[in-house]
Structure formats: structure tokens, C-alpha cells
């Protein structure tokens, strides 16, 4: 396994602005993850794909929110309108299709909004 | 709605130390709870994932214990090193969902 790889590693950018963060899985891992965690706390969880199928989503995922993976692989994560709340720390999980394997994380986007 | 606390939230200690990080969850609905590593910037490391129907597992100096009912785990670190330093986090999946709720995490110093 070559690991969770995320990119870009770290975003700038002015408020108002549109920003997309990539997660690329663990190969033939067929469940995604997206969370969030701001300093000092724990991950919060945003979203999960099974496949290409959006399954799961937390009500932390306002409509300027949108995460897609178009084809199963990898996925993204668009953020309209950035807002200085917005900044945190991104981070993508992949597992395998057996529901009891453990979720495997990236190091994360870290977003930064001036 | 479930809540996990990790206590203390912080923890310092001499080289060579056992200790025990402690994790509690409000609901024992739970289908598995998985400890993490987190280094300073960096994203997680999973250590030990322990299955509803589990009562502990090993993995080296780590063992991890579940007692689902009173809601409570703990992460047992033998002989530690200043390399275990870093951020312990503890996760619970609920039955019925896919997403992880996390503690806040315990943050472990081991001085040499």
C-alpha cells in the first residue's frame, strides 16, 4: 500500500474565494472519508463514499460544500465562498470493502484563509 | 448522539514508564472503537482496532481494551520511548454508520 495521498499539502487564500483539495486512496480501497479537524481538537467527519455513491453526510457540510469521486478512485473536495471558519485542517481516510477494517488517513490539506 | 472524552488531555513522563490513556464514549451502541497516533502537522496513524465483540488486542508495547457496556477503553503503552511522543486519539464507530467520532485526544510526552 503506497498510503492516502492528499494534495495540495497546504492552501492560502483569501476569503470569498473557491478552493478544491484531491485524496487519492489506498488502491482497491472502495470506501472514502472526508474530515475536519481545527487545532486542538479531534477529527470531525464530513462525508463518505462507498464506490462512487455519496452515502453518508454530516450536517457540518453546508451547501457550500461539495465532495465528489467520480469514478470510485480518487476524490475532491470543493469549498465556495471560503469564509475565515473555513480554515482547518482537511483530511481524506480510505478503508477496505470489509466494514470492520480500519479507516487509514492521509496527512491532510491544511487551509489557511486570510 | 455519541460523545467520546479522553482523559488526561495531557500527559508527561520519564523514559522506560508504562501508562494508560483512557477513552470513554456515552453510547455502547458502538461497532468498533480504533486508537490513533497523531504526530504534530501530520495526519493519523492507526494503531489497534478492536471489534464490538473484542475485549482487547496487541500490537508490540500497545494494548488496547474494550468494555463496550460501561463504555469505556484504554491504551496501554509499555516501556515508553521519547518516539511515542505525539497525540492519542480515540474513535468510535456506531452501528448503523460509516463515520468516526473522535476524543479530543491525550498528548503524550516521554522525556528521555
Known amino acids: 500500500d503506497t498510503g492516502v495521498s492528499q494534495d495540495p499539502r497546504h492552501k492560502i487564500t483569501k476569503r470569498g474565494q473557491n478552493v478544491t483539495f484531491r485524496c487519492d486512496p489506498i488502491?482497491?480501497?472502495?470506501?472514502l472519508y472526508w474530515y475536519r479537524q481545527t487545532l486542538g481538537q479531534g477529527p470531525e467527519f464530513l462525508t463518505y463514499?462507498?464506490?462512487?455513491?455519496?452515502?453518508?453526510k454530516s450536517r457540518l457540510l453546508s451547501d457550500r460544500f461539495s465532495a465528489e469521486r467520480p469514478k470510485g478512485s480518487f476524490s475532491t473536495l470543493e469549498i465556495q465562498r471560503t469564509e475565515q471558519g473555513d480554515s482547518a485542517m482537511y483530511l481524506c481516510?480510505?478503508?477496505?470493502?470489509?466494514?470492520?477494517?480500519?479507516?487509514?488517513f492521509g496527512d491532510g490539506t491544511r487551509l489557511s484563509i486570510l | 448522539k455519541q460523545e467520546v472524552t479522553q482523559i488526561p488531555a495531557a500527559l508527561s513522563v520519564p523514559e522506560g514508564e508504562n501508562l494508560v490513556l483512557n477513552c470513554s464514549f456515552t453510547d455502547s451502541a458502538i461497532y468498533n472503537l480504533q486508537w490513533f497516533r497523531q504526530d504534530p502537522g501530520k495526519g493519523l496513524t492507526s494503531l489497534l482496532l478492536i471489534q464490538s465483540s473484542q475485549r482487547e488486542q496487541t500490537s508490540g508495547r500497545l494494548n488496547a481494551s474494550l468494555d463496550k457496556s460501561s463504555g469505556r477503553s484504554t491504551l496501554y503503552i509499555a516501556a515508553s520511548q521519547p518516539g511515542d511522543s505525539a497525540t492519542y486519539l480515540c474513535a468510535v464507530r456506531d452501528t448503523g454508520f460509516q463515520k468516526l467520532v473522535f476524543g479530543t485526544g491525550t498528548r503524550l510526552l516521554v522525556s528521555p
Open positions: 488502491s482497491e480501497h472502495n470506501r
Open positions: 481516510a480510505s478503508a477496505r470493502g470489509d466494514s470492520n477494517q480500519p479507516q487509514h
Open positions: 463514499f462507498q464506490n462512487e455513491a455519496q452515502l453518508e
